[in-house]
């Protein structure tokens, strides 16, 4: 507590004197007329240059200068620029006014020569220790008591078309007399720049010795602007001081500045380090100061001082290691992927045909899929290599799963072996009894018979059957079929019928379906063409005299179904067959047999859709007309040709005189 507040004495009260006061005021008085912008009344004497004499410590000479590294009673006085927060660096209009040197046994009370009891002077409130310009507006001087603005600047609203009103001039404490001043900015200023030695790090200010990068010039211009600012505040000083005593800690960051001198030096950076007073005063620059250097509060760190780009060389060299070896990894993931030399010949059987004119990477994505090779690309560039890409044989190949390259390449430049499969030929028209033996003579295992009545594969009511029809009669298409020795008759079964679905897509219905007919009725009329049809040309002659005779109501007449329910195809009908009524005689019933009586082709099934726009009701065997047929459209004329064809076979010897 200031010996001038609460609780001090008379004793020390009594040590001020009319020099002291006269001196504060005549230092108040500059430093307004500094503000003010004008000089110093010429009435005014200087600041006096010599303390008193109870201020200076014994044995102290006023005379001579201060030593290199000594601290100067003027330099005492001054005020320290005070950093963001109430530390020493803070300048600015938001500085609190205290001044950061002021002892515990002065106060700014004591600078401003108050005595208790002056006006002025407030036993009640005791200033905090340190010193600086005295308030000027009363704003100021509430703010410094602690007492709350009640209108703030930032915050007071001023009408449309005003001037603000600036605040009232402070009285002077010792005459009374009010001084005339410049109004106060409404808006604090700015904050100070940062210094030529200083550069933004966060909310943080770093100097060169956290910047080794920026010059000694940027250091040398900071330091001068600390030192005319300290010259500025402490303007008016009397006398010199003592330097103060180091302490522990001033001489423990003395001792790390000499050992980051010899960091630098050793690194190369250069440049000597000032041995300056850890206070900050002197001509050093600042605590750790190098060549003019601002001031910093910590010694510089070895890795801050390194060079910039000091770490290039080794970064490159570790970035070219990784570079190389990454390089070298690839490398050889690609020789061993491409020539494969831990893959053996590979397991399992796959039959794969190669087609005629496949290049190489068609070979390679067809084995891929597969799963003979891992990958078509380097197969392909395997092949280039070995030179064997027009070595590759059409046709089929017995391979590998998992095969390398190299192996699978050696199979397919073989001739291709045939496997070995079983042929059987189904002719059209031909029913499931008449195929039975075929199958069974090729050598194909199980009941044809029995599977061949219903599949899975197939159902004949979704082509308009009857619910009483359960056989698959009609639908087992004829054609040349290839299986393997291992598979059965009911494979067989459904590659037919899979054929007739793919065949019958391709005949158009639209006429049948005018006529009122299903495609169940369409192939029955199909069965019944290709039974009859003895060359092609009839075929659509042979459907339009059943198209007619079931528009007229007449029977067919066709002896092929008889037969088909008789399984008789070779010999002669007898008379008594031929009267006996069954579905199948259509000499005796109207209409359509119940169901297809053979399988017809896609010939058959094309002329039962579309039949021939002629009005025949009849036709019989031509005699020598190699499977020829006449057609006719009246009973007479029909029945000249019955008796020719009788002619013809009584000569045969009762055979059918088809061929002469």
């Known amino acids: 507590m200031s010996p001038f507040g609460r609780g001090g004495n008379d004793e020390e009260r009594a040590r001020r004197s009319a020099e002291d006061r006269e001196r504060a005021r005549l230092e108040r008085e500059a430093k307004r007329a500094a503000r003010e912008g004008r ?59 205290f001044d950061a040197d002021a002892t515990p046994e002065t106060s700014n009370f004591e600078v401003a ?25 009363q704003r100021d001087w509430r703010a410094a008591a602690g007492e709350p603005d009640a209108d703030p600047p930032l915050v007071r609203r001023v009408p449309r078309g005003s001037e603000p009103t600036p605040d009232p001039p402070l009285d002077d404490p010792f005459t009374g ?27 943080r200010r770093a100097n060169r010795l956290h910047a080794p990068h920026l010059g000694r010039k940027a250091g040398a211009d900071a330091q001068e602007e600390k030192r005319g600012l300290l010259g500025r505040r402490a303007k008016g000083a009397s006398a010199a001081a003592t330097p103060p005593a180091r302490s522990r800690r001033d001489e423990a960051l003395s001792a790390a500045a000499a050992r980051a001198a010899a960091d630098n030096a050793a690194h190369g950076d250069g440049g000597p380090v000032d041995d300056a ?48 070896l990454a390089v070298v990894v690839v490398g050889a993931w690609f020789v061993i992927s491409l020539f494969q030399p831990f893959k053996g010949d590979g397991q399992g059987e796959v039959t794969v045909r190669i087609p005629s004119g496949a290049t190489a990477g068609d070979v390679g994505d067809l084995l891929e899929s597969r799963g003979v090779i891992s990958s078509s690309f380097f197969f392909e560039l395997r092949a280039k290599i070995a030179g064997k890409r027009d070595d590759i044989k059409a046709g089929p190949h017995t391979l590998k799963r998992g095969m390398s390259y190299m192996a699978a390449l050696d199979v397919l430049a073989q001739n291709p072996i045939a496997p070995k499969t079983v042929k059987i030929t189904i002719p059209e028209g031909r029913s499931r009894g008449e195929v039975a033996p075929l199958v069974k003579k090729a050598g194909i295992a199980g009941d044809y ?55 019958l897509a391709q005949v158009d219905l639209k006429r049948a379906k005018k006529k009122n007919l299903t495609r169940y009725d369409v192939l029955i009329i199909a069965s019944m063409v290709e039974r009859e049809a003895g060359i ?30 008789l399984h008789n195809w070779t010999r002669p009908l007898r008379v008594s067959e031929l009267n006996k009524d069954t579905p199948y005689n259509t000499r005796k019933r109207l209409g359509l047999p119940p169901t297809p009586i053979g399988s ?43 008796a020719a064809y009788d002619r013809a076979r009584a000569k045969a010897g009762g055979k059918s005189p088809v061929d002469c």
Not at 282 to 311: W, Y
Not at 478 to 498: C, F, G, H, I, R
Not at 537 to 559: H, Q
Request: aromatic share 6%; with cysteine.
């Open 177 to 203: 007399a009010t001084t005339p001043q410049a109004p106060a900015p409404r808006i604090p200023p700015p904050p100070a720049p940062f210094s030529k030695g200083e550069k933004p790090i966060g909310t």
């Open 39 to 97: 000089a110093p009344d010429a009435a005014v004497p200087a600041p006096m240059e010599v303390p008193p004499a109870d201020l200076v410590p014994p044995g102290t000479d006023l005379a001579s200068p201060p030593a290199e590294g000594e601290t100067s009673h003027e330099d005492e006085l001054a005020p320290r620029p005070r950093e963001p927060g109430g530390e020493p660096g803070e300048t600015g209009s938001h500085a609190p006014f």
């Open 536 to 565: 092609a040309k009839d075929r659509r002659l042979i459907s339009a005299v059943i198209y007619n005779r079931l528009k007229a109501g007449m029977p067919l007449g066709i002896d092929a179904t008889l037969r088909y329910e």
């Open 449 to 503: 018979n029995g599977v061949s009545a219903t599949s899975p594969t197939l159902n004949p009511r979704t082509y308009g059957a009857p619910k009483s029809i359960h056989t698959l009669e009609g639908f087992l298409f004829p054609a040349t079929y290839e299986l393997k020795p291992t598979q059965k008759a009911s494979t067989l079964v459904s590659m037919q019928l899979n054929a007739f679905k793919d065949n």
């Open 277 to 324: 007073p850890l206070d900050g005063s002197g001509s050093g620059g600042g605590r750790f100061s190098r060549g003019g250097g601002s001031g910093s509060s910590a010694p510089p760190s070895r890795r801050g001082n390194l060079r910039p780009g000091a770490r290039r060389p080794r970064i490159g060299r570790m970035v070219a290691a990784i570079v190389a």
């Open 600 to 642: 017809p082709g896609l010939a058959s099934l094309q002329a039962a859709a579309n039949p021939a726009n002629v009005s025949y009701l009849f036709y019989v065997v031509k005699p020598c007309g190699k499977g020829a047929h006449n057609f006719s459209s009246t009973d007479a004329q029909f029945q000249k040709d019955v």
């Open 113 to 137: 020569g108050l005595q208790p009891g002056d006006p002025g002077f407030d036993d009640e409130w005791e200033e905090p220790r340190g010193r600086s310009d005295p308030p000027a507006t």
